[in-house]
C-alpha cells in the first residue's frame, strides 16, 4: 500500500508482462488509484476518480482495465448477491465488513483461527476447497444511528 510510484509502476510491468498483457498509462492509473485506495471502490468510483488524472479514459476502459489487473492477480474481485462488484488493491488474506444500509467496505483487522477453518473445510464432502471468504455484516458507523445491534440469542 505504501510502495513508491516506481515500485508500483514495476510491479505493474511486471505482472503485466508475465500475463501476457501490454503497459498502458489507462491501466497504470487505474492501478495506482486501486493500490492506494482502502476504501474498495465500485468500477463507477475508480472511473471518477482516476478520470481526474486521465480525462480521456471511458468507463469501459477502467472496467476492462480493473478486470486486467483482477486476472494478472493484482487486484481482487468483491462480487455480492445483488450483481455489484468491488475492487480491492489488497490481496493477501484478509476479511472484510460491509455496511448492508451503504454497502460501504472495510479491511477487518483481526484474523479467523487457521485450525477453526482446516476443520471446516474438513468437514466439506465431495468438493475441493481452495479458499474462502469471511465477511462480517451489520452497519457502519454513519448507518448505525438508530439501528440496533443484533444480540446473539
Ligand atoms: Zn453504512
Ligand atoms: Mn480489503
Redesign the pocket.
Known amino acids: 500500500m505504501f510502495d513508491s510510484p516506481e515500485s508500483v509502476e514495476t510491479i505493474l510491468r511486471q505482472a503485466l508482462e508475465a500475463n501476457g498483457q501490454r503497459f498502458t498509462e489507462q491501466r497504470a492509473a487505474v492501478f495506482r488509484y486501486l493500490h492506494a485506495t482502502?476504501s474498495?471502490p465500485t468500477a463507477d468510483e475508480v472511473f471518477l476518480h482516476v478520470r481526474e488524472n486521465v480525462p480521456g479514459i471511458s468507463l469501459a476502459t477502467v472496467y476492462k482495465s480493473l478486470e486486467t489487473l483482477v486476472g494478472c492477480g493484482l487486484a481482487?474481485k468483491?462480487t455480492y448477491g445483488d450483481g455489484s462488484a468491488r475492487y480491492?488493491?489488497?490481496t493477501d488474506d484478509?476479511?472484510?465488513l460491509r455496511c448492508v444500509a451503504c454497502g460501504v467496505?472495510?479491511?477487518l483487522p483481526g484474523r479467523a483461527d487457521d485450525r477453526e477453518v482446516a476443520r471446516l473445510a474438513a468437514s466439506a464432502q465431495e468438493f475441493m476447497v481452495t479458499g474462502y471468504r469471511l465477511e462480517l455484516t451489520g452497519y457502519c458507523t454513519s448507518c448505525a444511528q438508530g439501528q440496533t445491534r443484533a444480540h446473539p440469542a
Do not use: A, M, N
Open positions: 482502502e474498495h481482487v468483491l480491492d488493491g489488497r484478509h476479511h472484510h467496505v472495510t479491511d
